[in-house]
């Protein structure tokens, strides 16, 4: 129950910190945003290590090692990476960053979370890691939802154009389109 409590904790926080971004408190922007990230790492990281990986082929648990820390890569490229080096962060009136990742979805931290997150169901094959694991996906796609349709619009002046020729999550037509723009 405390898994479940901190999860929806942290969420929360992450929705304040995206509310947040409309204004101008930096510091409590960062605050938020350590608090809900660091909170869903934790969740993660010990409940894979109280959890017991039950008996699973050699080759197949290193593939399974080798996926997570793939997806889990991505996503910290996709979260924090990729955003941080755009050339759009330093302007006053925000746009949105559509190139690497977030030209194939509006939300790519969801698809590498999810992905990391079914390896790891995958690799751990129990009951109430899954249970926890599950929930913690269900909050990041109420999360990017509500960010989708209420908060981005607001944040960045062309989010309503971006949203025309990216998916929400992911479609593969993506890969075979031209940008209209």
Do not use: A
Request: hydrophobic share 50%; proline share 4%.
């Amino acid at each position: 129950m405390v898994n479940y409590f901190l999860v929806l904790s942290s969420f929360l926080s992450l929705l304040i910190f995206d509310l947040l971004q409309m204004g101008k408190n930096y510091s409590l922007r960062i605050f938020f945003s350590i608090i809900g990230y660091s909170g869903i790492v934790s969740v993660i990281l010990l409940n894979c290590l109280r959890t017991q990986i039950p008996p699973i082929s050699t080759p197949l648990k290193l593939i399974l090692i080798f996926f997570t820390f793939l997806f889990y890569l991505l996503l910290i490229y996709s979260l924090f990476i990729e955003i941080n080096v755009s050339p759009y962060r330093h302007l006053h009136t925000r746009k949105v960053y559509d190139k690497g990742t977030y030209s194939i979805s509006r939300h790519p931290g969801f698809l590498w979370l999810s992905l990391l997150l079914s390896t790891l169901i995958f690799l751990y094959r129990n009951k109430d890691f899954t249970g926890i694991m599950l929930f913690i996906l269900v909050m990041d796609l109420i999360l990017v939802t509500i960010e989708d349709i209420f908060i981005f619009p607001k944040i960045f002046k062309d989010y309503n154009e971006y949203k025309k020729y990216t998916p929400f999550l992911l479609s593969f037509k993506v890969f075979y389109r031209e940008k209209s723009r």
